[in-house]
């Protein structure tokens, strides 16, 4: 009885990390499919729908890549960071002079995504040696030395000749597949999976 309790865990831990691992390549291909669209950077506010909302498809900015390569995956970022600031509020940057939670912006801003993810345990460790990056992680940068320029992207399964893994992200001309993992500071890791 043991043994073969012992044979379950390790069978459910093994799905567990194939699930994982699916979410991770999922996410990459829908990422890698936001490069088809033709999308102008624009981060102007938009009243937008609740929950499953989202600004005009043709626009976008950094954080719209990560928003709509999860929801293709089934997972809204829109209504978890808004359920999760609802209840802890105090918890999220007030850089902006919010009073209360707004779903229409609040999971378009990088600072409140890694808060968010920070705060379900996908923090990882930052590095400067490519191998800490898998397939599916997400990276932040402040692009602004000295300053405050937050940044997203979505690290994919390709790789720069030099072994650095490629990025997907938007940083002013639509969704791009580029070299930029070390190109300026990184602020955060995160490997989230969904709930």
């Given at each position: 009885?043991?043994?073969r309790?012992?044979?379950?865990?390790?069978?459910?831990?093994?799905?567990a990390?194939?699930?994982?691992?699916?979410?991770a390549?999922?996410?990459?291909?829908?990422a890698?499919?936001?490069?088809?669209?033709?999308v102008?950077?624009?981060?102007r506010?938009?009243?937008?729908?609740?929950?499953?909302?989202?600004?005009?498809?043709?626009v976008?900015v950094?954080s719209?890549?990560?928003?709509?390569s999860y929801?293709?995956?089934?997972?809204?970022?829109?209504?978890l960071?808004?359920e999760d600031?609802?209840k802890?509020?105090?918890?999220?940057?007030?850089?902006?002079?919010?009073?209360?939670?707004?779903?229409?912006?609040?999971h378009r801003?990088?600072?409140?995504?890694?808060t968010?993810?920070?705060?379900?345990?996908?923090?990882?460790?930052r590095?400067?040696?490519?191998?800490?990056?898998?397939?599916?992680?997400?990276?932040?940068?402040n692009?602004r030395?000295?300053?405050d320029?937050?940044?997203?992207?979505?690290?994919?399964?390709?790789?720069?000749?030099?072994?650095?893994?490629?990025?997907?992200?938007?940083?002013?001309?639509?969704?791009?597949?580029?070299?930029?993992?070390?190109a300026?500071?990184?602020?955060?890791?995160?490997?989230?999976?969904?709930?």
């Amino acid at each position: 009885l043991t043994m073969r309790l012992g044979f379950l865990f390790l069978l459910c831990f093994a799905q567990a990390a194939q699930a994982g691992c699916d979410v991770a390549v999922r996410l990459v291909q829908a990422a890698k499919e936001r490069l088809t669209h033709n999308v102008v950077y624009d981060g102007r506010y938009y009243k937008i729908a609740y929950p499953g909302g989202d600004v005009p498809p043709n626009v976008g900015v950094c954080s719209d890549v990560v928003i709509r390569s999860y929801r293709a995956l089934g997972i809204d970022l829109q209504r978890l960071v808004h359920e999760d600031m609802k209840k802890n509020f105090h918890l999220y940057p007030k850089k902006w002079g919010a009073r209360r939670p707004d779903p229409s912006i609040d999971h378009r801003r990088v600072p409140n995504l890694q808060t968010f993810f920070t705060r379900r345990g996908a923090r990882l460790p930052r590095s400067l040696h490519p191998t800490s990056y898998k397939p599916g992680d997400l990276v932040t940068w402040n692009l602004r030395p000295g300053g405050d320029l937050p940044h997203i992207g979505i690290v994919t399964d390709q790789k720069s000749e030099k072994g650095v893994p490629l990025v997907i992200h938007n940083i002013g001309e639509g969704p791009k597949l580029e070299d930029i993992l070390f190109a300026y500071e990184i602020t955060g890791h995160y490997r989230y999976k969904g709930p």
